[in-house]
């Protein structure tokens, strides 16, 4: 096991690093900084779903309450460091008292997607109507459907001034990524990802075995709100305004689109989903014929009627179908030979 | 006085819009478990329909309460036969394909009708009462959803096709071996819920303009009314409907229409926690 995440975590680190060198001579870093913020959100829902078996229908709900938590307190304060904090603090808190009041109720699939749904609609219905010169936090106002500009963008700790953008700005996002991704990675590894595994799998077993299931999915779900809201915080230093349709029910439609099409229960499904359909949606945004939507729709039933556990998946067992047979004999020969040295030896 | 009756009618109105809105969801997913997120497409189809159908000089009661909800019927019928009918059983499957099935409508609609707002004119004059002027075509649409509940409570309980529609529902392979086929009973009752989600969807359509992404203000309050009503199709509809209009009707006057809105929402999470399967879980246990 020691070995083996050793192993993960190296490759992860050098297919990272050869990605951040190649991607950005094919792609612009402006586009490509909102494809590994994308990724980001991907990984947020594909944790609470794909490992928790949480299928949470306001994933938007968390990424909009970052930026918008990012763009106030940006205002406040003046600088960045603390607001990056509080985007990640404040969905995370939001999200314990949801889950605790859902998980302790044991609600269960479709109402847990009910009420994350109508939760995200309440905060946009309610961000939409705050146009008002008396909906102001510190100093910042809410601006309903237009939203909030001109807040200060992320800048280096400690120095108002040293703002970071550009390709900057690009490669913090892609290293946050990183971190976030080999922190996943290490949380499922944990023997609190594996009981997580486990109440995906057989909810009422864990409980008898002594589990708490309702504080356990909490703190799950908690976590997977903590990365949508860094995620959020991200998008908006990006888009420089953050506006009411971050909650919207699209942009959640399009979280878990991205969740299906990539593969549920894997780490890196989400994100290639992620950044796949977001680089194809932004390709498409520039031709007219056909309508985006449209694509989008095709694109969702597709994979649900004949890839319904997405590409990854889907890839890494054609892998094993083509060269598996081969990899595994090999590995048995080295394991005979070894028990036969030891044996001899 | 006035007021009173004026704020009356609003409220009647309110349950029976909502009513009407997640009537064909409480057929589509109250009996067949099919969680259609396309819901509110195909009410926004239905609206479309009636346009069409009423810029085509057709009667404009002819186009709302005939042709819209048999267009949509056969729309329905259409993606029933090509995508949902695989999905039977896997809810979070049937839920994603019919999100896509949204998005696909949503797509169509806008490069057939374009991104623009239509609409007709209320085809009933509106009366004053008093100071006060009331909406006339709000009569009707309470009317039509006193018959659409009659309708649906007399199909279910008074004919042979409702029988074995309810006894399919509940054990599909008993009414299998019994000689009916699930396949055509599904096909025939998802087309009914079809139906009174265009029905709906043209009823309303004079009042709302109509784009093509309307359907998304309907989808939530249907499917908060269908699930809080629980597992009696036509006492669960209308407890939860009463409920909902009335709460969101009432913080509509009190305050302001977005607080109604926000009310019914927060009412909903409320409800839910409280009575996770829904009003009829608990009262009117039994009744259809």
């Known amino acids: 096991m020691q070995t083996s995440i050793r192993k993960d975590i190296i490759t992860t680190l050098v297919v990272a690093a050869i990605l951040l060198w190649i991607m950005p001579m094919l792609i612009s870093t402006y586009t490509l900084t909102v494809l590994v913020i994308y990724g980001m959100l991907g990984l947020s829902l594909g944790l609470i779903w794909g490992f928790g078996g949480i299928l949470c229908f306001g994933q938007a709900a968390f990424f909009g309450l970052g930026a918008y938590t990012y763009a106030i307190a940006a205002i406040n304060f003046g600088e960045s460091t603390l607001p990056m904090l509080l985007a990640v603090l404040v969905p995370a808190i939001f999200a314990a008292m949801l889950g605790a009041m859902m998980f302790y109720g044991r609600l269960t699939d479709v109402y847990l997607g009910v009420i994350t749904l109508v939760v995200t609609l309440i905060l946009f219905k309610f961000m939409n109507s705050t146009a008002g010169p008396q909906y102001v936090i510190g100093s910042a106002k809410l601006g309903g459907y237009n939203g909030i500009p001109g807040f200060q963008t992320l800048n280096v700790p400690g120095d108002p001034n040293a703002y970071i953008w550009g390709d900057n700005y690009f490669y913090i996002c892609a290293v946050a990524l990183l971190i976030v991704y080999l922190l996943v990675t290490w949380l499922l590894r944990s023997s609190f990802g594996r009981i997580a595994i486990g109440i995906r799998e057989n909810e009422t077993r864990l409980s008898l075995m002594g589990y708490d299931v309702a504080a356990r999915k909490t703190v799950l779900f908690s976590i997977g709100a903590a990365i949508a809201g860094l995620s959020g915080a991200l998008f908006a230093n990006w888009g420089e305004i953050v506006t009411p349709s971050l909650f919207s029910l699209r942009q959640s439609a399009e979280i878990i689109i991205w969740c299906i099409v990539g593969g549920l229960g894997t780490r890196l499904g989400p994100i290639i989903g992620a950044a796949g359909l977001a680089y194809m949606k932004f390709m498409l945004g520039q031709q007219s014929l056909i309508d985006n939507t449209l694509i989008t729709g095709l694109i969702l039933v597709f994979f649900v009627l004949f890839l319904p556990k997405g590409i990854v998946p889907a890839v890494a067992g054609l892998w094993r179908v083509s060269f598996g047979r081969k990899r595994r004999s090999r590995g048995r020969q080295t394991r005979r030979t070894r028990t036969r040295g030891e044996a001899n030896g | ?288």
């Not at chain 2, 009410?43 to 159908?53: N, Q």
């Not at chain 2, 896997?90 to 394909?97: G, K, P, S």
């Not at chain 2, 269908?226 to 009696?232: D, F, L, M, R, T």
Request: proline content about 3%.
């Open chain 2, 1 to 288: 006085m006035d007021l009173g009756f004026v704020i009356l009618v609003e409220m009647f109105y309110a349950v029976a819009s909502l009513i009407l809105i997640s009537a064909g969801l409480a057929v589509v997913f109250g009996m067949m478990k099919v969680i259609n997120l396309a819901h509110g497409e195909f009410m926004m189809m239905g609206g479309y329909a009636t346009i069409t159908a009423v810029n085509l000089g057709i009667n404009v009661f002819v186009a709302m309460l005939i042709i819209a909800p048999l267009i949509v019927g056969l729309i329905g019928l259409v993606v029933e036969r090509l995508v949902i009918r695989h999905l039977y059983g896997r809810l979070v499957d049937t839920m994603l394909a019919t999100w896509g099935l949204s998005l696909v409508f949503i797509g169509l609609a806008t490069m057939i009708f374009g991104n623009t707002t239509t609409g007709i004119s209320t085809p009933i004059k509106g009366f004053t009462v008093g100071s006060y002027q009331v909406n006339g075509y709000n009569f009707f649409i309470i009317l039509v959803t006193i018959a659409v509940l009659l309708l649906m409570l007399a199909v279910l309980k008074g004919t042979r096709a409702g029988l074995i529609a309810r006894g399919t529902m509940q054990r599909s392979d008993m009414a299998n071996a019994l000689g009916y086929s699930p396949d055509r009973i599904y096909m025939a009752t998802f087309f009914c819920g079809s139906a009174l989600s265009g029905l709906a969807g043209a009823v309303l359509a004079p009042l709302v303009g109509l784009v093509p992404t309307s359907g998304g203000a309907y989808i939530a309050k249907a499917f908060i009314t269908v699930i809080a009503g629980g597992p009696s199709l036509v006492t669960g509809l209308f407890a939860s409907g009463t409920f909902f209009g009335a709460l969101s009707q009432f913080f509509t006057f009190a305050i302001s229409p977005v607080i109604g809105e926000v009310a019914l929402l927060i009412g909903a999470v409320f409800l839910l926690r409280l009575l996770p399967q829904g009003i009829t879980s608990k009262f009117f246990k039994g009744k259809l």
